[in-house]
């Protein structure tokens, strides 16, 4: 059988009970500022922007690496630019803007 006489004083059992008093209006504390709603709410949009910072992050080096390669299409590894395709694209590009500027020029004069 376990012995259960106490050898504490009265003066040590009331400072145990102050203690633990403490410690449980500290947790009590604790546990109301969790279940807050303005905490709550802040822990939900913190999640969210962590979130977005993410998908942002990863949308960047996505973006990034397909600049890269079309970069890497148009320009040598030394950064003079490849000729051979820059000549043909802008050639494209004057010929369409040419195109566009000639089918508006004709649809103002009718």
């Known amino acids: 059988m376990a012995d259960t006489s106490d050898t504490r004083t009265p003066a040590q059992i009331e400072a145990d009970i102050k203690a633990r008093r ?3 209006a500290e947790t009590l504390d604790e ?7 303005k905490t709550i709410v802040g822990d939900a949009k913190a999640k969210v922007v962590a979130n977005v910072d993410h998908t942002l992050g990863k ?6 690496r397909v ?5 890497a299409q148009f320009v040598d590894e030394e950064g003079a630019p490849r000729l051979e395709r820059v000549v043909p ?7 369409l803007v040419g195109l566009l500027a ?3 020029s004709r649809r103002r004069k009718a």
């Open 102 to 104: 000639f089918g508006s």
């Open 31 to 37: 546990i109301g500022v969790r279940v807050h709603p």
């Open 67 to 71: 600049v890269t390669d079309v970069k």
């Open 89 to 95: 694209v802008v050639v494209v590009v004057v010929g």
């Open 22 to 24: 403490a410690v449980l």
């Open 59 to 64: 949308a960047y080096v996505q973006v990034n």
